[in-house]
């Protein structure tokens, strides 16, 4: 994948003709210029046509769930080890350079199916795809001011066995840790304190 490297709008143009869906976020920022954000993603041509006349130097913000991919960060060094130990440097797949200082990756995998939250699956190694997005080059890093730049045009690979594991055991964990949140508020119960406290105050003054 080859967009125009340095034409924010034309980037944008090509995106949405490959059928990514994206959004439009600030200059030079990772902030959606929309309160949507990444639901308001699309792969209409009209749509991001308008956008970037309005915006032309709009970063381009990716939605990875919609667009049928799950982006895997890799931040510094540690995550680029992280991301080795579980096989996700295996097979060559689309690989996006990121602004980033220490430097860092975004690598794209076909979405394995399920839903995928955001999550940290070790250090320095985080997933989007449902419920976040990540930025598309040529958008400018907000704190380096570098460009974000195609670093692997190859065909997107299947998620490796070992990081899709990875991914389903931490989306299982993830999910009974907010049950549990849940289960432990109890609105009833609460309700019923409040009714009690409002009480109160007049029941004291009555007694005195």
């Known amino acids: 994948m080859r967009p125009p490297q340095h034409d924010l709008p034309a ?4 995106y949405a003709k490959k059928g990514l869906h994206i959004f ?9 210029i929309h309160k949507g954000s990444y639901k308001s993603a699309t792969t209409d041509f009209k749509q991001v046509k308008s956008w970037w006349a309005n915006y032309p130097n ?9 667009s049928g991919y799950a982006a ?28 980033r200082a220490e430097g ?8 394995p199916g399920g839903h995928i939250g955001n999550m940290r699956l070790r ?11 990540t930025l598309l080059p040529p958008s400018v890093h907000p704190e380096t001011a570098t460009l974000y730049t195609w670093y692997e ?14 991914i389903r055991r931490t989306t299982k964990r993830v999910t009974a840790a907010r049950s549990t949140e849940e289960k432990a508020f109890n ?12 009480c109160l105050s007049p029941c004291r003054a009555e007694n005195y």
């Open 58 to 66: 709009a970063n381009i913000g990716f939605a990875p769930g919609p």
């Open 72 to 99: 895997i960060d890799e931040d510094g060094p540690e995550g680029v080890q992280s991301a080795i130990d579980l096989g996700l440097h295996s097979e060559p797949t689309m690989v996006a350079k990121t602004g």
């Open 24 to 32: 439009p976020l600030g200059t030079t920022s990772k902030r959606p």
């Open 123 to 133: 250090d320095g190694l985080d997933v989007r795809a449902d419920a976040s997005y």
């Open 187 to 198: 609105p009833a119960e609460l309700g019923r304190a409040l009714a009690y406290m409002e």
């Open 11 to 14: 980037g944008a143009e090509y």
């Open 153 to 166: 045009s190859a065909p997107v690979a299947v998620l490796p066995p070992q990081a899709h594991e990875a």
């Open 104 to 111: 860092g990756f975004h690598r794209f995998y076909g979405h």
